[in-house]
């Protein structure tokens, strides 16, 4: 038995040595220090060469993501679709790869949704992909605040298909506990803010003026603040 643990102990050392530079530079992004494209491009590179595709731990694929997204994001869909598109797709493989680790993640599923939204929005699948976060992650403040964000730029009709999640959301976002997370967040789009106001008339959520939120990037996928929800 003390020879098993010694060798865990070991094989632990080697791995968090391997992965040492990623994980310091996914903290660097969560505390707003973004890396250069070409440096975001160079570490997901260096990654993939020490086998994060055979990882399970989240010390080390959830680090992994806040740097894919954050390099995903740093690049513009209008000016570069292409290079967007792939890294768009090395996302969504690399985020199928740590559910299949860690399935129970809300925060998880709802980055899933937010990708595949940005991809191809399928009402169908957003209701499934956020019935699943919810489901795992009903209260927690990071999920919830992505829930938001993704609610936040969802069709109308989509919005319509989800509305029992988007009420168990709005219950929470509006109630008296939350109200340092609702100056945080964007105001809601005309859609949601009839959804939201149905539900809670009272309610008000201006972290942002609505301008602001109008103008936010909607294939962008982990906009402030909820960077850090990741590989915390």
């Known amino acids: 038995m003390a020879l098993c643990l010694c060798l865990y102990a070991v094989d632990q050392v080697v791995h968090y040595a391997r992965f040492a530079d990623l994980q310091y530079w996914a903290r660097q992004i969560e505390k707003d220090r973004p890396l250069e494209l070409s440096a975001l491009d160079r570490l997901v590179s260096e990654t993939y060469d020490r086998g994060i595709e055979q990882e399970c731990q989240s010390a080390f694929v959830k680090p992994f993501l ?16 292409e290079k967007w ?6 996302t969504e493989q690399f985020l199928r790869h740590t559910l299949s680790c860690l399935p129970t993640d809300g925060n998880l599923w709802v980055r899933y949704a937010m990708v ?48 029992i999640e988007v009420r168990k959301d709005a219950e929470i ?8 997370l609702r100056v945080k967040i964007p105001a809601p789009k005309p859609q949601l803010a009839k959804m939201i106001a149905a539900i809670s008339p009272t309610c008000s959520i201006s972290g942002q003026s609505t301008g602001d939120a109008a103008r936010v990037d909607d294939k962008k996928i982990s906009l402030s603040p909820f960077k850090s929800s990741i590989s915390k």
């Open 66 to 81: 806040t740097v894919l997204l954050a390099g995903l994001d740093a690049r513009n869909p209008n000016s570069e679709y």
């Open 116 to 163: 595949r939204q940005a991809s191809a929005e399928q009402s169908d699948e957003i209701h499934r992909l956020v019935g699943l976060s919810q489901r795992y992650s009903p209260a927690e403040e990071n999920a919830i605040t992505a829930r938001y964000f993704l609610y936040n730029r969802l069709t109308n009709m989509t919005l319509e298909k989800i509305s």
């Open 85 to 90: 598109f792939e890294a768009l797709g090395q």
């Open 173 to 180: 976002l509006c109630s008296p506990s939350a109200a340092f």
